[in-house]
C-alpha cells in the first residue's frame, strides 16, 4: 500500500466523526475531528479506545442505540442509518446521524466502521462546527462520501485492501469534498483554487492566465490577496502552503 499516511491524513481532517468497533462494541479507532465534537483534547483520544460505545451515548437515545445493535446482531451484514446522541465532555449532548457496517478481514466480519455527522437543532445535519453550507448539492456529496467512508475507512485501518483501484479512487474523491470545503471556508472560489494548483506547479502569470482565463494583471492581483489570505510573504511560501492545506 502507497497511499496510507495520505488516506490518515484525510481521515484527520475529515469534517465528521469516524470510529470502528470490535464485535463487543468497543472503540478500535477514533478520529480527531471526534475529540472537537465531545469537547475533549484530541490528545484525550487514546482514553476512547477499548470504551464501550454505549459508554458515550446520551441516555436520550440509549433505546435507538440498543435497537440498532439488536438489529446488527440479527442482521450482522446490513448497513445502518441511525439517529444517536453523544455525551459531551462538559455534560451536554450534541445529536448526530450515524452511518455504520462491518468491517471485514480475511473474509469474516471483526468490527463496525461508522462515519457520523452532527445535526442542527432543527435535525439537519450540520456543514461543520464553524460553517453551514446553504448548497444542497454539496451536502449530498459529503454524505455520499461519508457512507464511503463507512465501508472502505475499515480496510485501511484493518490493514486490508481487497480493492486497491477502487480505494485509490475513492480517496481521490475523498481528497476532492475536503478541498471544496476547505476553499469556502476560506472563502476561496474555484478560480482561486486553479491559481493555486498553477502556483504550485511552478507556472508564470502568463501561463495562469492563459489556463484560467484572466489578464497577467488579473492573476497578479489575485495571487496578492491569495497571499494574504493565506499568510504567505512569497510566492513559493504561498505554494507551500496550498500544498499543505491540500488545495494544490
Known amino acids: 500500500m502507497t497511499f496510507d499516511l495520505d488516506f490518515f491524513a484525510v481521515l484527520e481532517s475529515l469534517p465528521a466523526v469516524v470510529y470502528t468497533l470490535d464485535l463487543d462494541g468497543r472503540f478500535t479507532y477514533l478520529n480527531a475531528f471526534a475529540c472537537d465534537v465531545f469537547g475533549y483534547d484530541r490528545a484525550d483520544r487514546g482514553g476512547f479506545l477499548g470504551r464501550s460505545f454505549m459508554d458515550v451515548l446520551g441516555e436520550g437515545t440509549m433505546a435507538s442505540a440498543v435497537e440498532a445493535i439488536r438489529h446488527r ?6 448497513r445502518q442509518t441511525f439517529r444517536i446522541e453523544v455525551k459531551r465532555k462538559d455534560g451536554g449532548v450534541v445529536a448526530m446521524e450515524a452511518h455504520s457496517g462491518p468491517v471485514w478481514r480475511d473474509g469474516r466480519m471483526v468490527g463496525r466502521v ?19 453550507s446553504s448548497a444542497d448539492g454539496l451536502q449530498d456529496e459529503r454524505m455520499r462520501i461519508a457512507r464511503g467512508l463507512r465501508d472502505a475507512i475499515a480496510q485501511v485501518v484493518f490493514g486490508v485492501t481487497p480493492e486497491r483501484d477502487a480505494n485509490e479512487a475513492f480517496l481521490v474523491d475523498v481528497k476532492r469534498a475536503t478541498r471544496v470545503d476547505l476553499a469556502r471556508r476560506l472563502s476561496l472560489d474555484d478560480v482561486d483554487v486553479d491559481i493555486l494548483q498553477h502556483v504550485a506547479r511552478g507556472a508564470s502569470n502568463q501561463e495562469i492566465g492563459s489556463a484560467v482565463h484572466l489578464s497577467s494583471a488579473a492573476v497578479k492581483d489575485r495571487i496578492r490577496r491569495l497571499m494574504t489570505r493565506l499568510g504567505a510573504r512569497r510566492r513559493a511560501e504561498l505554494a507551500a502552503h496550498a500544498l499543505r492545506l491540500g488545495l494544490a
Request: charged share 30%; with cysteine.
Open 73 to 78: 446482531v440479527e442482521q450482522p451484514y446490513d
Open 114 to 132: 461508522g462515519v457520523c455527522r452532527p445535526l442542527d437543532d432543527e435535525g439537519a445535519v450540520e456543514s461543520g462546527p464553524s460553517h453551514r
